[in-house]
């Protein structure tokens, strides 16, 4: 055990300066749902040309990765979320959130294409299992489901002596209630620790499990619970917010390591009036733009380098302060429709994104949390018990 031992030194060691790591801001264009006039041109993998509808000359974005219409789910994965998972695993906390507006494509970045309808028995397949995988192609598969997957790759590839804990919680974020994916009932209260740095929310169901399949089935089962409220803009628009959380435990010689991977299906961003919204609705929307307006203000302070930034304008914030505020990565996924009729949302998902772009964080490492403290004590009471027998 003196090899892993020293391995685990040499982690330790690449783990523990502080980098410079700026929020990686990517924007996805979705697939034309119509043949009709475009707003959006896709130049290069890093920059695209918005056109205003001829009011002015189109005007050139640029962020660090750009995914046309036809690129993959798993060239998004590979692009965005691949290096975080190896970071996660290796102690550090990490966050993906989708942003777009209702109809822009996040929920299939983030799960895949989600049947509106059961599908009839007759369109499945002999080998059909009723789960996930009868109704979504693999290729279709969605970050969510992807990074699960690798992360349990690795750990099999660690080999059988790796003690590697994989849990993960799922939520949503409906009118500024916390409600549990994995186990829906009444809403849930956000807890701070005296210091107000570490958030939890009380009474979540946290599921540790060594079984992928068991891992992708809570999670369709836990998407299917989401409040689902039809609005104008789309029969099946997702009015909040859902956040993943895998959290990756390793136990080393030297203590345990913790990393946590959020990965986050924001709520549209579209203006409530667009959508015609009414009462119930018009909440809805207000709650929703409060806490992306709420995300956009954190993001704005941040980008400024302004010393305070507000973290307790929403639930959202306060749950990704973690993600935000410096002590992990970051990638945030705009996605915009390319239809000339969505110019307006497309716009102001490319502004917001284009203010993110500008943030750069700072990377700290949260290994070895508890146990470390304790590890000189145990090593040394081993050691004079070791040399008291020898006496
Ligand atoms: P949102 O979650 O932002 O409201 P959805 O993910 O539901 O949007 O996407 C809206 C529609 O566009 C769905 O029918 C979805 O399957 C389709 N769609 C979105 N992005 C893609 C893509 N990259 N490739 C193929 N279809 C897509
Ligand atoms: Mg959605």
Do not use: W
């Not at 965005?80 to 777009?100: E, I, M």
């Not at 959020?262 to 009462?279: I, M, P, V, W, Y």
């Not at 733009?289 to 980008?303: K, V």
Request: charged share 25%; hydrophobic share 30%.
């Amino acid at each position: 055990s003196g090899g892993s031992t020293s391995s685990q030194g040499r982690q330790l060691a690449t783990a523990q300066p502080a980098q410079e790591e700026r929020l990686v801001v990517a924007v996805r264009v979705r697939p034309s749902l119509e043949a009709t006039e475009r707003c959006i041109e896709v130049i290069s993998g890093g920059s695209l040309l918005y056109d205003d509808g001829g009011k002015s000359r189109p005007r050139k974005y640029s962020y660090d990765h750009v995914f046309k219409e036809n690129d993959t789910q798993e060239q998004v994965y590979k692009t965005t979320t691949a290096p975080l998972v190896r970071d996660v695993l290796n102690g550090y906390n990490a966050a993906v959130f989708a942003y777009g507006a209702t109809g822009s494509g996040k929920t299939h970045t983030m799960l895949g294409p989600v049947p509106r309808k059961k599908p009839s028995t007759a369109d499945r397949g002999p080998t059909a299992t009723g789960g996930y995988e009868a109704d979504v192609s693999s290729q279709d598969i969605g970050l969510m489901v992807r990074a699960i997957e690798d992360i349990f790759g690795h750990i099999e590839a660690a080999g059988p002596e790796s003690s590697t804990k994989v849990s993960i919680s799922y939520l949503e974020i409906y009118n500024e209630l916390i409600r549990d994916l994995l186990n829906p009932g009444g809403p849930l209260e956000l807890r701070e620790d005296h210091r107000g740095q570490r958030i939890t929310v009380a009474g979540l169901s946290e599921i540790t499990t060594s079984s992928r399949k068991e891992v992708v089935s809570l999670l369709i089962k836990g998407n299917k619970a989401r409040t689902m409220e039809p609005t104008a803009a789309n029969q099946t628009s997702s009015r909040s917010h859902a956040l993943l959380s895998i959290t990756v435990q390793t136990r080393t010689p030297l203590g345990t390591k913790q990393g946590r991977l959020f990965l986050t299906d924001l709520a549209g961003s579209e203006r409530a009036k667009k959508t015609k919204n009414r009462g119930k609705r018009l909440q809805e929307g207000a709650h929703i733009n409060r806490s992306l307006l709420a995300l956009g203000n954190c993001i704005n302070a941040l980008s400024g380098g302004a010393r305070y930034v507000n973290y307790r304008d929403s639930k959202l914030t306060r749950l990704l302060k973690e993600a935000l505020s410096g002590r992990c990565k970051t990638v945030m996924i705009a996605h915009v429709a390319p239809e000339s009729k969505h110019r307006d949302e497309t716009k102001n998902t490319l502004v917001y994104a284009d203010r993110a772009n500008s943030i750069t964080t700072k990377l700290q490492s949260s290994v070895y949390i508890d146990e470390f403290k304790n590890f000189p004590t145990k090593h040394y009471q081993s050691l004079v018990s070791e040399l008291r027998d020898e006496v």
